[in-house]
């Protein structure tokens, strides 16, 4: 059935017998009917995301993509919030990707279900609210015709309308006369957040029982009953192609069932579609089609990046710098050239950062059912809406056809933000004509990736009589991330390696920012805190490594620079300003935290780093020690202001999470490149952080705040690896310039 937002009621049965109602389908406050699996017999709709049972137990859809962020709790928080109830009586179901068309224009029942860039929270802040508001409001409305009185004269608590002498009815008793109002034009007023009893409370996962029973159900363990496992060997060779395929001994595998060849991208053209050239194996299950695949004897054509190497790179983007010329302009304020003749003391120093992949624990994969009237897709994905254009893209199917839905993902940083393969499994099922379930092997993940761009970052500081900055130029040769990139061929190629208001934007008085594209087949995308982890490593580095110089204090001069508190225009994602108190003040805790000013003869060493991430402002530090040639961390510390936080626990957690991710990849990972083929092909190569590596315990400090709130899935990470970076010279007396640490720290000991 699909709901017009102009249409109102709408009554009908489940095959229980229980009443369904579905109102307006427009915005957060619409409803369309739920999943008929996730209707029971005692169920009523009463909005887009509530359903009431008689027993006055009640179900609240979550619309976000659940990559391990908690957006599975944080969000129906917002709408039980907002509606009254106990949260001990609340039950949360995923819902599927919400698409539906009003007057041929498309559009989502459910609001924003994209899940990137720490927005699920910040979207979801004021219309989930009103979503829940709505829902108790109709539920108001129905006790007032009950009781034949007026509306503004009845409270709501713990899931009853209640009257002043004292009468009550429960929500599960007036829900049915509930769903038959119709909502009026203008939004439900919120609550006060004074008056908050769920928002703000510390709130365990919704599904942690089932994660941690095995009981959890994530876009891998999903099946149909006909479909076929579909695994693919895909050239090695960027932009490669495929020349010829003996699979007469992949046939003879007992079940095999066939054997399809797909197409990758041509050279120079966007990435819609797969990444590479393949061969894929379908058959009765996974072991068979792996099998299969071994059993493959390809002959690939190699692409036009058989020189690409990250020697090559590297020497690429010095040479870039080094000339200076051609580059383009990102910002300029006052006068840098005639600052330098000025100054007296100038510092000057390049930092290099690596490709990364995702590497996530699920790797990408998909079920899909292709129908000449329709398709379903399972999987786990951060952009279902893009998934959606895909599909319909390769089909040729309406988009009101093809149903999504979302099971929980073993993580997504920024990989599911990308659907080639959902692509895969589109292309390989109208070939095939039946179901498949698309798998891929940590091998396809690792060497098949959309990965965080690699780049060279030349810092010069100007410092006048009284050691103050006053000057700052930042130039960055890197492979640009919106090469290729599908719908942004018209952003700057400087978007997501270099920012024209990050820091020090706004603090220096004559500031110049200047990118260097360097040409490059490797695939790029978007990768936890894209720009930010890219460029926090080199700017906050760089600004140890002026204080060291001048024999300053290195927080001081921070501080210093920061100045005054106020607000500042910030045009990137997270503004629009950035407020320079909140940065002081997450910066100060860190270092009170971190017992900065004490003096240490214990041969250990304190680093500190800050960095304002998609409109949150975290810092970090770490006090460390070398033990031969191994880096021990004694303490980890993390401060964050996020604004307002729904559930601090899930935050907690978050941070955490980002934390430890940080040092990882800090301490050890790189995807490199030779002869135009990625190297690395599982974790024996990509080197995650091993559990006797990690610290004890990472110390999270959330700074309480009532401003509205940001997410926080990615303010945990950006500081990270120069806070260790900055640490690891305190201890040792080596500056790192290049990521990952541990590698260039051995070689230069």
């Given amino acids: 059935m699909t709901f017009s937002r102009r249409r109102f009621l709408q009554f009908g049965l489940t095959a229980s017998g229980a009443l369904l109602v579905g109102m307006r389908a427009g915005d957060a406050l619409g409803a369309a009917p739920m999943p008929p699996e996730l209707l029971g017999d005692d169920l009523v709709q009463l909005t887009a995301f509530v359903m009431i049972e008689r027993d006055n137990r009640v179900v609240i859809g979550a619309r976000g993509c659940e990559i391990g962020q908690g957006v599975i709790t944080a969000l129906p928080m917002l709408i039980a919030e907002e509606l009254d109830v106990d949260w001990a009586k609340v039950r949360v179901i995923q819902l599927p990707y919400g698409y539906e068309e009003t007057d ?34 109709l539920l108001v409305q129905a006790a007032a015709d009950a009781w034949s009185v007026k509306a503004h004269d009845l409270q709501t608590q713990s899931g009853h309308v209640i009257h002043a002498d004292g009468r009550k009815l429960s929500y599960g008793a007036l829900a049915r006369t509930a769903a038959a109002r119709q909502l009026p034009d203008t939004p439900i007023p919120t609550r006060d957040p004074a008056t908050f009893r769920i928002v703000g409370k510390p709130t365990r996962v919704v599904d942690a029982r089932s994660i941690v029973t095995g009981q959890n159900r994530y876009g891998i363990d999903e099946y149909l009953s006909d479909a076929l496992v579909a695994v693919m060997l895909r050239c090695p060779h960027l932009d490669g192609s495929l020349e010829s395929v003996d699979d007469k001994d992949a046939r003879r595998i007992p079940g095999v069932k066939d054997i399809i060849t797909i197409d990758g991208p041509k050279t120079g053209e966007v990435f819609d579609g797969p990444l590479a050239a ?11 089609a792996i099998q299969g695949r071994n059993a493959l004897k390809p ?20 040479t870039l710098l080094d000339e200076a010329r051609n580059g383009i302009e990102v910002r300029r304020d006052g006068d840098l050239a005639a600052s330098r003749k000025r100054a007296r003391h100038t510092v000057s120093a390049r930092y290099e950062v690596p490709f990364l992949a995702h590497a996530t624990m699920e790797p990408p994969g998909a079920l899909i059912e292709l ?26 199917l309406p988009r009101n056809t093809i149903e999504i839905r979302l099971p929980r993902s073993g993580g997504g940083f920024g990989r599911r933000l990308a659907n080639d393969f959902v692509a ?122 002026i204080a060291f110089e001048v024999r300053r204090d290195a927080v001081e001069l921070r501080l210093e620079m920061l100045g005054a508190a106020r607000e500042i225009p910030y045009r990137g994602h997270g503004g629009p300003v950035f407020d320079t108190g909140r940065m002081a003040n997450v910066l100060k805790l860190c270092a009170e935290k971190i017992r900065w000013k004490d003096k240490r003869d214990d041969g250990r060493g304190i680093g500190i780093a800050c960095h304002f991430t998609f409109g949150g402002y975290t810092a970090h530090a770490f006090e460390v020690s070398m033990d031969g040639d191994k880096l021990r961390i004694h303490r980890a510390i993390c401060v964050v202001d996020v604004g307002r936080v729904i559930n601090p626990l899930g935050l907690e957690a978050q941070i955490m999470g980002g934390t430890i991710d ?88």
């Fill in 299 to 318: 002959v690939w054509k190699t692409g036009p990046w058989t020189e690409e190497s990250s020697t090559a790179l590297s020497a690429k983007a010095n």
């Fill in 662 to 749: 940080g040092i990882s990849t800090a301490l050890n990972l790189q995807i490199t490149v030779r002869d135009g083929q990625v190297q690395q092909k599982n974790f024996p190569d990509y080197r995650l952080l091993r559990m006797a590596d990690a610290p004890n315990k990472v110390e999270v400090h959330v700074v309480e705040s009532t401003i509205d709130p940001v997410g926080g899935g990615e303010m945990g990470i950006a500081s990270v690896a120069p806070a260790l970076a900055n640490a690891i010279f305190a201890t040792t007396t080596v500056r790192i310039r290049k990521l990952p640490l541990m590698p260039e720290l051995l070689r230069l000991l």
């Fill in 104 to 137: 041929g224009k498309p559009g989502n029942r459910y609001g924003d279900q994209f899940a990137g860039g720490s927005t699920s929270i910040p979207t979801a802040w004021k219309d989930l609210r009103e979503a829940g508001a709505a829902a108790r409001w």
């Fill in 371 to 396: 129908r000449n009237d329709g398709a379903l897709l399972i999987a786990s994905l951060q952009n279902p809406d893009g998934a959606s254009r895909l599909i319909s893209k390769l089909t040729g």
């Fill in 278 to 288: 393949g061969i894929a194996v379908l058959a009765e299950n996974t072991w068979a």
């Fill in 424 to 545: 895969e499994a589109v292309l390989i099922a109208k070939q095939a004509g039946k179901p498949v379930k698309l798998m891929w092997l940590r091998e396809d993940d690792l060497t098949h990736d959309h990965y965080r761009p690699f780049g060279v970052h030349a810092m010069s500081a100007v410092l006048d009589r009284r050691n103050r900055v006053a000057g700052w130029s930042h130039d960055c040769a890197a492979t640009s991330r919106t090469y290729r990139a599908a719908g942004m061929q018209d952003d700057p190629l400087w978007k997501g390696c270099l920012e024209p208001d990050d820091f020090p934007a706004g603090l220096v008085d004559n500031l110049e920012k200047t990118f260097h594209p360097v040409t490059s087949g490797m695939p790029r995308g978007w990768w936890r805190a894209p720009l930010h982890t890219f460029h926090a490593f080199a700017v906050q580095s760089f600004i140890d490594e």
